[in-house]
């Protein structure tokens, strides 16, 4: 079973619609992360986790939110989806000991129309 | 700051041809590591090697090679012979251990191998 995981894989959504992706790990990893690809750009970090009561902002976090539900959990919302919010979303994971290696999870293909 | 700058957009090589990805970096940290990921038209982003700055040994993986050097600030990939399921999106970054422990990537290079 993969390490990261992330539900869904792809979504289709409209503007102005919630939306929630979710990541689960089974690393044990204390710190977790949220960043956005889009073609040419890169990817981009949009929030950071450190621990179950930590919660940072990225480069790039307004029209998002997330939660971490628990160590093992960290979600992203998009409050109200706009279509430059289409993207592949991935999840990462960090120890603390080892802070400098994240390991991602498959993405998240998000189509907001 | 800390910037990864791949001055490469896309590359493309007929089979069995060597390929050099390159890599320049910027940080003020004096502790800090150097990565490549790959992905694959599939979209997942695979860890290939990790280096730090106190280690400028050049690494070989049987057909991938890393050269590493500080006095240019450098981190570049060279994939030997070339074959089809090397093409892929490469991705360069960065963390320094300074401050903030942000990872930072480079926009990617894309390589494309031909038959």
């Known amino acids: 079973d993969a390490d990261v995981t992330q539900t869904p894989r792809n979504r289709i959504t409209k503007t102005g619609k919630r939306i929630m992706l979710e990541c689960s790990q089974t690393?044990?990893?204390?710190?977790m992360y949220w960043y956005r690809q889009d073609p040419g750009l890169g990817l981009r970090l949009i929030y950071y986790?450190?621990?179950?009561?930590?919660?940072n902002k990225g480069e790039i976090s307004d029209g998002y939110s997330v939660s971490r539900q628990a160590q093992a959990k960290f979600s992203l919302s998009l409050e109200s989806a706009i279509p430059n919010q289409t993207a592949l979303y991935f999840c990462?994971?960090?120890?603390?000991?080892?802070?400098?290696?994240?390991?991602f999870g498959p993405g998240t293909r998000l189509l907001v129309l | 700051a800390q910037k990864v700058t791949q001055a490469q957009t896309e590359i493309s090589v007929v089979e069995k041809e060597d390929v050099t990805l390159d890599c320049v970096y910027e940080?003020?940290?004096?502790?800090?590591?150097l990565f490549w990921y790959k992905q694959p038209p599939s979209g997942e982003l695979v860890f290939l090697i990790r280096?730090?700055?106190?280690?400028?040994q050049n690494e070989i993986s049987g057909r991938y090679s890393w050269n590493f050097q500080k006095s240019t600030s450098s981190f570049n990939f060279t994939i030997t012979a070339s074959q089809v399921v090397d093409s892929a999106v490469y991705f360069c970054?960065?963390?320094?251990?300074?401050?903030?422990?942000?990872?930072?990537f480079g926009k990617g290079t894309k390589l494309t191998v031909n038959p």
């Open positions: 690393k044990g990893h204390d710190r």
């Open positions: 986790s450190f621990d179950v009561k930590d919660i």
């Open positions: 990462a994971t960090s120890d603390v000991r080892h802070t400098e290696t994240q390991y």
């Open positions: 280096r730090n700055s106190f280690d400028e």
């Open positions: 940080t003020r940290d004096t502790t800090y590591y």
């Open positions: 970054a960065l963390i320094g251990l300074g401050g903030s422990e942000k990872l930072v």
